[in-house]
Each structure stands twice: as structure tokens, then as C-alpha cells.
């Protein structure tokens, strides 16, 4: 019902916002920490309750009343509980984080919350995860990381918040630059697996317009892709603040390098994002 009625209207996500629904569900969520629902009736209650979470969170008020209701704090618990709730709560972090964030953002760095999202960045656990989820989608979880990790970066100013932002810049500096070499190694996935056909006679389909080859793209992981490199573009971005510039200058000749043992460079990210 209460998905229904938020399909029905920006109005009605307002209204339930103002009514208590954030935190109403996420209770409903909450008792999904420690056990998995169990199939049929309970799946799609739990599954309809972090669709109609993000629905609110987009709505006017929906992220002040989530982050009043400490529903980033439990964000982080339900993604290390490595449990079935992990793909809803992964889902409505993005949407959380997306857009005019600033506020939810700061907070998502003040409580640690960076070490959860590399830590999914990384894919630590994630044989496991799939092993346990056969349902559960790995290029799906990359977009809503990557997603998130650019929201984070829009959101948070080099200038007025300089803080934030160094521990955002310093997590790709960790562990000898690590996060930075998973990026790469994800643009050069995600391009080969755009570009998979193009060479390919036999899938070439030459009544295909323009708009269907787009969707296909898409199919195969070119919003991924987009946003890998629009990360990438945000590490390099220039900015004001000395201590940052070295950070960027170190975290760019890993990505020069990176590229240029390819054979590709900085030109090709910049022609993936224009």
C-alpha cells in the first residue's frame, strides 16, 4: 500500500515523511540485521520496504528525517551483517547521498562510514556473498558504490569542508594506492565489456539505430563505466588546498601510469564522461 501510494506522488512521500515513515521503516528493516526473511510473503515485505525507504529519502524532508532518525548508522550495521537486507541498505545509501547532499554526506564521513563503502569498493567478502545470494547482482552493487563515491565527492568542497575531504582523497592513497588500481582495473572491465561487439561482425545488427545500440551499451555496463570515470575525473579535478594538490599529484601519476601500461591515457576517461 505504501508503495502504491508513493508511486502515486511526490505529495504522498511528503506527507508520509511528515507522518513518521523513515523511521517507521526502518525498524521494519532493522529486524533484518541478524536473520534473513524467509522466502515468499516476507522477501517481498522487506524488499517493498527499502523500495519505498528510497522513495522517501528523494522526497522533501525524506533525507533530514533519515539522518534524524540515525538511519546512516544503521545503514552501516546492516551492510556488515552481510545479510540479505546488505542490497537494500547498499541501494539506499546511493539514493541517500545523491543530489543537494551535503549534509548527509558530512555525517556519512563523520561516523566512519567511509571504511564500509571501500570496503565494498574492494569486494572484500564478496565470493562468499554471492555464494550465500545467487540472486544478488555484482555489477549492480558497483554502480551504487561508484555512485555513492561520486555523490561524495560533488557533495563535499575541497575549500569549506577540507577535512572531509582529505580522508575522501586519503582513502585512495591507502595501502600503496590500492583503491586507485581497482579503479583502473574496473575502466578497462567495464570498457571491454561495452565494447565487446564492436569488432564482432556477427553481432552487428545493421537495422539498429542509435538509441538501441545506447540501450545495449547499457546493458553491458556503460553507466558503470560512466561512473568509474567520473570518479576518476574527481580524483584529478584541481583545487586550492596545498596539501590536497600533493595528494592529487601522487594519486595521478598512479593513474598516468596505470593507463599508459594499457596503452590508453587520460583522453580516453575525458571522452567517456563529455
Request: hydrophobic share 45%; proline share 1%.
Amino acid at each position: 500500500m505504501l508503495a502504491i501510494l508513493c508511486h502515486s506522488g511526490n505529495d504522498n512521500c511528503t506527507v508520509l515523511v511528515e507522518l513518521g515513515a523513515v523511521d517507521t521503516l526502518l525498524n521494519v528493516v532493522a529486524a533484518y540485521k541478524r536473520r534473513d526473511p524467509v522466502e515468499g510473503e516476507e522477501v517481498e515485505m522487506l524488499e517493498n520496504a527499502w523500495g519505498v525507504l528510497g522513495m522517501l529519502v528523494e522526497s522533501k524532508n525524506g533525507k533530514a528525517a533519515f539522518l534524524e532518525a540515525e538511519g546512516l548508522e544503521l545503514l552501516i550495521l546492516l551492510i556488515k551483517s552481510k545479510k540479505m537486507c546488505r542490497m537494500g541498505a547498499v541501494k539506499v545509501l546511493d539514493l541517500v547521498l545523491a543530489g543537494e547532499s551535503h549534509t548527509v554526506c558530512l555525517r556519512w564521513v563523520e561516523i566512519f562510514g567511509l571504511k564500509t563503502l571501500f570496503s565494498l569498493f574492494m569486494r572484500k567478502g564478496i565470493k562468499a556473498y554471492k555464494k550465500a545470494y545467487p540472486h544478488f547482482s555484482e555489477i549492480r552493487e558497483d554502480e551504487y558504490v561508484l555512485s555513492a563515491i561520486f555523490s561524495l565527492f560533488k557533495n563535499l568542497s575541497a575549500v569549506e569542508n577540507t577535512e572531509e575531504y582529505t580522508r575522501l582523497i586519503g582513502k585512495f592513497e591507502e595501502e600503496d594506492f590500492e583503491k586507485v588500481d581497482r579503479l583502473i582495473e574496473l575502466h578497462f572491465s567495464f570498457m571491454e565489456r561495452v565494447n565487446a561487439d564492436v569488432n564482432d561482425e556477427e553481432n552487428i545488427d545493421e537495422d539498429e539505430d542509435e538509441d538501441e545500440v545506447y540501450l545495449k551499451k547499457l546493458d553491458r555496463g556503460l553507466f558503470a563505466l560512466q561512473l568509474v570515470d567520473l570518479v576518476v575525473a574527481s580524483l584529478v579535478k584541481s583545487v586550492d588546498d596545498e596539501e590536497i594538490i600533493s595528494k592529487k599529484a601522487q594519486i595521478l601519476d598512479r593513474i598516468n601510469m596505470l593507463l599508459e601500461r594499457s596503452g590508453s591515457s587520460m583522453t580516453d576517461i575525458k571522452s567517456v564522461v563529455e
